[in-house]
């Protein structure tokens, strides 16, 4: 028997994995698939997230972006930095290199091994993969996304699910060039979400997404996005459609019992403003893998991990819920607010960045109003959930 079994090998599951078996413990990596495997995502980091992964990693980084542009259909605004905004990466060798770390540190990876059952022991837990095979450990860290089945099986709560649609487009030098150091993000156009283009040399991800795409054509929008930004591209056949969930909460839940966690998307911990989900995935890794290392010297269940996120990981994410249904109910008042004033789009790229919080984007917001609009802007409940 493991110690600990881990479902799933993303950034968060790989993270939890590599620091747990640091610590001597003995960690089994359940893989659904077999690396390198695409996983369908912008592949953009911020800066914050850096610190959270292991040495080694600047391979890995395709692009460094150092301008925004903002859009909102009728204007639209660049804001330049001398640091980069963030960090892309392409995340099938991404991933697959954050996996050998894991693997390198004396976890054993378990490729094309999806799970289907987990049954709880007197003191861990069963799990069932699709090819028959069972294993065992002490304790287990649901790891395996938003379209997982970790927490179904667990019967932990499950998040709200938006939804993503992205082409990866190669794309000439000369073209490339326009968005060498350049993200683009258009807001106001898509319900609930936002278009969005990413370079990664010689790739441009170009897609958009929403938390509530359920009366949304969404490939109907990625294909106009794109003739908008490429009016001369022309791809036969055309690039390949891919689809992920946006796995998000707009209230805090139970994401652990007795000896099992969830993380990362597996626990719906996406920002639910900006879809910004690496950097959760990285840090509640490094949470769980904190939690079960005290509990498995005592053999005893996993008490510290929900207090932490309560605690450490919640409040700037719950912040994160207020400022959405704040913007996306009137995207296109406040897109106006946002892009007249670019002292606020810098403070939202600063809490991107992790050196401002949520919470100062919202005061800043309010007085922005007052200053724009000369109304009167009611208090917008930030200490309740």
């Known amino acids: 028997m493991d110690d600990v079994i881990v479902i799933g090998a993303g950034p968060a ?48 980084i395709k692009s460094q972006p150092t301008q925004w542009t903002f859009s909102n259909g009728n204007k639209s605004v660049t804001i330049d930095s001398p640091a980069a905004y963030c960090h892309t990466v392409e995340r099938q060798f991404f991933d697959q290199w954050l996996a050998s770390q894991a693997v390198n540190k004396g976890a054993y990876l378990v490729e094309n091994a999806a799970v289907v059952d987990i049954k709880t022991l007197a003191r861990g837990y069963e799990v069932t993969t699709a090819n028959g095979d069972v294993f065992g450990a002490r304790y287990l860290v649901g790891a395996d996304g938003g379209h997982g089945v970790s927490a179904r099986l667990l019967g932990l709560p499950r998040a709200k699910n938006g939804a993503a649609v992205e082409v990866e487009i190669s794309v000439s030098d000369r073209l490339f060039a ?95 403003f900006s879809a910004e989900g690496i950097y959760s995935a ?30 450490e990981f919640w409040p700037n994410l719950r912040s994160a819920v207020k400022l959405a249904h704040l913007f996306y109910p009137l995207a296109q008042f406040w897109s106006n607010i946002f892009l007249m004033d670019t002292a606020l789009l810098e403070t939202y790229l600063s809490v991107a960045q992790g050196t401002k919080t949520y919470k100062d984007l919202v005061h800043q917001t309010s007085m922005a109003l007052l200053t724009h609009a000369k109304i009167r802007v009611p208090r917008l409940g930030m200490d309740r959930t």
């Open 13 to 60: 599951g790989s993270t939890a994995a590599r620091r747990l078996a640091d610590q001597g413990l003995r960690v089994r990596i359940l893989e659904a698939r077999t690396f390198p495997r695409v996983k369908p995502c912008g592949g953009a980091m911020t800066t914050r997230a850096l610190d959270l992964l292991p040495s080694g990693y600047e391979p890995y």
């Open 178 to 272: 326009r968005w060498k150091n350049r993200v683009e993000i258009d807001i106001a156009r898509y319900p609930w979400g936002y278009a969005w283009v990413i370079p990664r040399y010689p790739v441009l991800n170009i897609g958009v997404g929403s938390f509530r795409p359920q009366k949304l054509s969404l490939k109907t929008l990625l294909h106009e996005y794109v003739s908008e930004k490429l009016p001369a591209f022309d791809s036969n056949p055309r690039p390949k459609i891919l689809a992920h969930p946006l796995p998000y909460r707009t209230q805090f839940a139970s994401l652990s019992r007795d000896r099992a966690v969830l993380v990362g998307d597996a626990a719906g911990l996406m920002d639910a």
């Open 282 to 311: 990285l840090s509640t890794g490094h949470l769980a893998a904190d939690s079960i290392t005290k509990a498995a010297f005592l053999d005893g269940p996993i008490d510290g991990y929900q207090a932490r996120m309560s605690a």
